[in-house]
């Protein structure tokens, strides 16, 4: 992504632009950083709790959440409409936020997920924000950062090596059936070829042959287990809890069993601990965790949104992909389960989205037309229509971009105020948090009135099938739910088992409510189909898989990683 405009001066970043043509990355290099020293101590941090990863990265100590804080503090969640290949700039939003808040005086900090390698060499190329509104440094967080994804990969398969190794061994075999494995590998890679394997063959040596498989290491329960756990202790509780299978005689089997919890942990410990950054701006950016929103639960760590909260008075956190998905589990599995209550919520938007969802092909996507916004903003008015529906009246930001029209800017903002909700353009990615302060205004005046009261959609009391169908009907905007035998009979396997109780995570395509991606806008006249179940116990939620979403995505025909390249100084391209 190229910034194009002329010459100025960006006097919160101190950059001089002289119609340049600068990418997202080339912004980041040419930043004024801040040492992580120094952001701790805007931060009243004790220097000596400091864990950290060279200059500009630090681990924090889960000792400096204070629940008072938390309690006291103002939440506010940033989620988008259904997402379109030209990206709505979520994270964009959230940063320039967190900053425009910072510059209206406001103490401030933005919560993010951490990237995932799969995307950022896949289809987005990077994802620690845009233009003037990121987190830095900018490589580190797109690519290792501090080793969280490594860990957990690592925890994972650990888990899975230990369930081989009892199949094999018969001094400690458990019984376990190895067709009724759950539990699948993980890498944070997006291959598709490693979807459904064959492992154990080449002899007896090797290990009993079976059917595997990989999921990417977002959508691993390790990775939602992390983001749930409140402390060690709990960590390791969440972590015995993992459903693995049956034994031949109909048992279940759990980690605890194969005595993984303790190992798995030692392998987490630094991981469970948030890491501190910060933006553009010298404003402090906790980011922690990287579950994705379409095939887990899409938001960041518990303890992160709670260092947030504890470290600065506003924390402005994102759920992944639309509002259907993301925050539907922020609302619904990450809030009642931490005991957090958001204070404010934003709908990112772009004119371009709204392009898309009213028909336009992507060579249109630039191109005004008010017929295919009239039309696409009928996927913003059931977004907004959803939010409302667990007590938030959001605020709509208009990620600007050079191809709005003022007629269909004055168009959303209309349709918005028709139904009591505030519509303001956000331009955080040309402005930074300059561009951003009517945005923060517009929210901390919706924390002010006072008419924000959340609630979840439904109550954890209700059975699995009527939950599904609540998110379904209320959320998309489903006739039904339909289930495959396979469906049907797992499920009522997890119902003896227990966990009727659970919260479910839904796994559908983030391109529209329905589980089909093609039907964009605000689709009618459908049902939703559930093809199979993943039991997550130790995260405590059931995962439906509907239509065709896969949980090892697979790379775009041209992979963002082909413009990627790093010279012998050291020099790096192609991330954005």
Known sequence: ??????????????????????????????????????????????????????????????????????????LILVSAINPTPAGEGKTTVSIGLSDGLNKIGKKSAVVLREPSLGPVFGIKGGAAGGGYSQVIPMIDINLHFTGDFAAIEKANNLLAALIDNNLQSKANSLNIDPRTVMWKRVMDMNDRALRHIIIGIGGSAN?????????????????????????????????????????????PVFARDLKAEGAMALLLRDAIKPNLVQTLEGNPAIIHGGPFANIAQGTNT??????????????????????????????????????????????????????????????????PNMTYLERGYENLARHIENCKKFGLTPVVAINSFFSDTDEEV???????????????????????????????????????????????????????????????????????????????????????????????????????????EKKIGRPTGFKVNVREFELAAGAGFVVPILGQIMRMPGLPAVPASEGMDIDNEGNITGLS
Request: hydrophobic fraction near 40%; proline fraction near 2%; glycine fraction near 8%.
């Open 1 to 74: 992504m190229k910034l194009i405009f002329g010459k100025k001066i960006n006097d919160s970043l101190n950059i001089m632009i002289s119609t340049e043509h600068l990418t997202d990355l080339e912004i980041a290099q040419r930043a004024d950083i801040k040492s992580i020293r120094d952001i701790a101590r805007s931060l009243d941090i004790d220097l000596d709790l400091l864990e950290q990863y060279g200059k500009y990265k630090t681990k924090l100590p889960l000792s400096l959440i204070d629940e008072k804080k938390v309690a006291q503090g103002n």
């Open 410 to 516: 004055d168009y959303v903002i209309r349709r918005c105020a028709e139904v009591d909700v505030t519509a303001v353009i956000s331009r955080g990615w040309e402005l930074g948090g300059e561009g951003t302060k009517e945005l923060a205004r517009a929210v901390v005046a919706s924390i002010e009135s006072g008419k924000n009261d959340y609630h979840p959609l439904y109550e954890m009391s209700m059975p699995i099938e009527d939950k599904i169908r609540r998110i379904a009907q209320e959320i998309y905007g489903a006739d039904d739910v339909t289930y495959t035998s396979k469906a049907r009979a797992q499920l009522k396997d997890y119902i003896e088992l227990g966990y009727n109780h659970l919260p479910v995570c839904m796994a559908k395509t983030q391109m529209s409510f329905s589980d089909d």
């Open 207 to 251: 290990g009993i042959p079976r059917e595997d498989g990989f999921n990417i290491t977002a959508a691993s329960e390790v990775m939602a287990i992390i983001c749930l756990s409140k402390d060690i202790e709990d960590l390791k509780r969440r972590l015995g809890n993992i459903f693995v299978g049956y034994t031949f005689d109909k048992k």
């Open 302 to 367: 518990i303890v992160a949104t709670k260092m947030g909260l504890t470290l600065c008075d506003y924390a402005v956190t994102e759920a992944g992909f639309g509002a259907d998905l993301g925050a539907e589990k922020f609302l619904d599995i990450k809030c009642p389960m931490a005991g957090l209550k958001p204070k404010a919520m934003v709908l990112v938007v772009t004119i371009r989205a709204l392009r898309h969802h009213g028909g336009a092909k992507k060579a249109e996507y630039n191109t």
